[in-house]
């Protein structure tokens, strides 16, 4: 038989099919010995080895158009990034890591600061300004009751896979049953998420597809975990491939090599003392760019 692995926990391998039959399955031994782990989002045949109680043996992977280490899915769409404007405050390092991570694979990343309510004085308006370049559509939700603009996002959710992740304390959750229910109200609406999706404010420990209806499915994922950048995803010669903003001048630089750390002539310097550039995504640049080059020494 044939379905997509929706969920992943302890082992087991919970298989969707067509007609949304699930089998919770193990994966064969060959796969360990090959070094291969099944991912939540992978399409897979699978024996049955009880209709009754529907369990099997994921016996083989369909070959993956995409397939993510952090978090591990695969098979996505597009990736969704969760922060709060507020309360607690975004760590912009943790978003821009993400989005590189996203930019490695090719994956379309929307970015969420929810709690739009809570923002002071200019709060929105810099946080606008910093990922206006960045590639990235940006919304700002208040999740429990923000329609016009829960409008647009599910518009752009609709018939697509969506990993979304984000920090806890963000309202994953509210945000989730908001999309799922329309409710308005956050206490209803964190109340009615058990009966869907399997949990409320509780802390996401496994990657899970959920279908929210009206062709929205989510791969809710645990909290960040791991967000280093390695050589693995980056070479430092090309990390700044990952910051569309510092596109139009890195050709403008003097030395075709350059580093746009503290070199002579760098446009992309300049064009952060000028302001076009965000001096929060150029520090994390300089961060990751410095971590690369510290790895590539040992």
Do not use: W
Not at 48 to 72: M, Q, Y
Not at 145 to 162: H, S, V, W
Not at 192 to 214: A, V
């Amino acid at each position: 038989m044939e379905g997509k692995i929706v969920k992943a926990l302890s082992g087991f391998y919970y298989v969707r099919t067509a007609n949304k039959a699930l089998y919770e399955c193990k994966a064969k031994g060959a796969f360990r010995n090959e070094n291969i782990t099944p991912l939540v989002g992978d399409d897979v045949t699978f024996d049955v080895i009880s209709e009754f109680e529907k369990t099997g043996n994921v016996t083989d992977i369909k070959p993956r158009k995409n397939s993510l280490i952090r978090p591990a899915v695969a098979n996505v769409d597009q990736a969704m990034v969760v922060f709060a404007v507020r309360t607690p405050n975004p760590n912009l390092s943790t978003l821009d890591r993400f989005l590189v991570l996203m930019q490695k694979q090719n994956i379309e990343t929307i970015i969420v600061f929810n709690k739009k309510d809570l923002a002071k004085g200019d709060d929105i308006k810099n946080l606008r300004k910093t990922y206006k370049n960045a590639g990235c559509k940006v919304f700002f939700i208040a999740a429990g009751g923000d329609k016009p603009n829960l409008f647009f996002l599910k518009q752009k959710l609709r018939n697509k896979i969506t990993v979304m992740a984000g920090p806890s304390g963000v309202g994953k959750s509210t945000l989730l049953n908001t999309l799922a229910y329309g409710k308005s109200d956050e206490q209803a609406a964190v109340g009615s998420i058990s009966s869907k999706i399997g949990r409320g404010k509780h802390t996401t420990r496994h990657n899970e597809i959920f279908d929210l209806g009206k062709g929205i499915k989510i791969v809710d994922t645990p909290g960040f975990t791991s967000l280093l950048v390695d050589e693995n995803d980056f070479a430092k010669e090309e990390l700044y491939t990952a910051f569309p903003e510092f596109a139009p001048y890195v050709g403008q630089c003097k030395f075709k090599d350059c580093s746009h750390i503290k070199a002579r002539d760098c446009a992309v310097e300049k064009a952060v003392a000028d302001g076009n550039i965000p001096q929060t995504r150029y520090n994390s640049y300089k961060a990751i760019y410095e971590e690369l080059k510290a790895k590539k020494k040992y």
